[in-house]
Nanobody, 117 residues
Framework: QVQPVESGGGLVQPGGSLRLSCAAP????????MGWYRQAPGKQRELVAT???????NYADSVKGRFTISRDNAKNTVYLQMNSLKPEDTAVYYC???????????WGQGTQVTVST
């Protein structure tokens, strides 16, 4: 069982930056594909970015060039650096840990990111 725990959300002005962190303590952390998803009010949850074993990354088109996902396997932590934030980035951001090629996955509780003046 893995319990991802997110942190780092908050209120930021348009054009600002935030860094989200997700700790997922497990001795097999390096094997998991870690991802960030988000859900805005009235919308479905959507992929933001994933990082697989070997630091293979994937991004939604809407965040390419602005967001960077990274991981520190020694700390069992995945990060999402968000720059040039826009109001449309406002959402609850969820951390996901998925065992490759299986349906085994775990979700964090989410952290709110609000981009507003």
């Amino acid at each position: 069982q893995v319990q991802p725990v997110e942190s780092g959300g908050g209120l930021v002005q348009p054009g600002g930056s935030l860094r989200l962190s997700c700790a997922a303590p497990t001795i097999t952390f390096s094997i998991y594909t870690m991802g960030w998803y988000r859900q805005a009010p009235g919308k479905q949850r959507e992929l933001v970015a994933t990082i697989a074993r070997g630091n293979v990354t994937n991004y939604a088109d809407s965040v390419k060039g602005r967001f960077t996902i990274s991981r520190d396997n020694a700390k069992n932590t995945v990060y999402l650096q968000m720059n040039s934030l826009k109001p449309e980035d406002t959402a609850v951001y969820y951390c996901n840990a998925k065992w490759p090629n299986t349906r085994r996955e775990y979700w964090g509780q989410g952290t709110q990111v609000t981009v507003s003046t």
